[in-house]
């Protein structure tokens, strides 16, 4: 579950705090500490983001980014992974992308543990679904089940040969089974 601490006022001062580790999130006007990943989170988390890079980054359709900060409509928060369409990837003029996230995510990927109370992500998925978000997925390695949210219609529970949705233009066909199956280290 996502520790609650005392809170500032506003994002602003919010905004002004170091970061930590795990990462700490603004919603709410309340402060949030993400919970420390474990193994099987940190498994899904990098293999679902090296998937959706191999197959989107080179044909610049969109880009997954681990743990990155996103401040949009008076929140701050930090989704496992948050993919971004490349067109809404900013970019310097030497070709770097700036630090700072304005937007809500086009996908916003969240990774169930033990530690995290699925209300409370549910809340931020939906909250970014309404800012302008494409879709959210819940995934909860317990029981081997992703949640999909989308903006216009009601969230669908899928498992085993389920496919399962992706942003528009990334052809990456991918099961539950499949996702699940990263787990599989020793087979």
């Known amino acids: ?45 990098f293999e679902i983001s090296s998937a959706i890079n191999q197959i989107a980054k080179p044909a610049k359709i969109a880009y997954a ?4 900060r996103c401040t949009f409509a ?10 971004l369409l490349w067109e809404h990837i900013e970019f310097g003029s030497d070709g770097e992308p700036r630090d700072d996230v304005l937007i809500s995510p086009d996908w916003m990927i969240e990774i169930l543990s033990p530690e995290k109370n699925s209300g409370w992500v549910i809340r931020k998925i939906l909250f970014s679904l ?3 978000g494409q879709l959210g997925w819940l995934v909860d390695p317990g029981d ?3 949640v999909a949210f989308f903006p216009d219609r009601l ?23 499949q ?9």
Do not use: N
């Not at 969230?155 to 089974?177: E, R």
């Not at 996702?179 to 087979?187: A, H, P, R, T, Y």
């Open 1 to 45: 579950m996502a520790t609650t601490l005392t809170s500032p006022h506003s994002l602003e001062e919010f905004l002004k705090l170091p970061e930590e580790k795990p990462a700490l999130e603004f919603f709410d006007h309340r402060i949030y500490q993400k919970p420390m990943p474990r193994r099987r989170h940190s498994i899904l988390q």
């Open 65 to 68: 980014f681990p743990e990155l």
């Open 74 to 83: 008076g929140r701050s928060i930090v989704p496992d992974i948050v993919v």
């Open 130 to 132: 309404e800012q302008g």
């Open 144 to 146: 081997c089940s992703v």
């Open 155 to 177: 969230p669908k529970s899928l498992q085993g040969s389920d496919p399962l949705p992706v942003l528009s233009g990334i052809p990456w066909p991918i099961s539950a089974d």
């Open 179 to 187: 996702l699940f199956d990263w787990l599989k280290m020793s087979v």
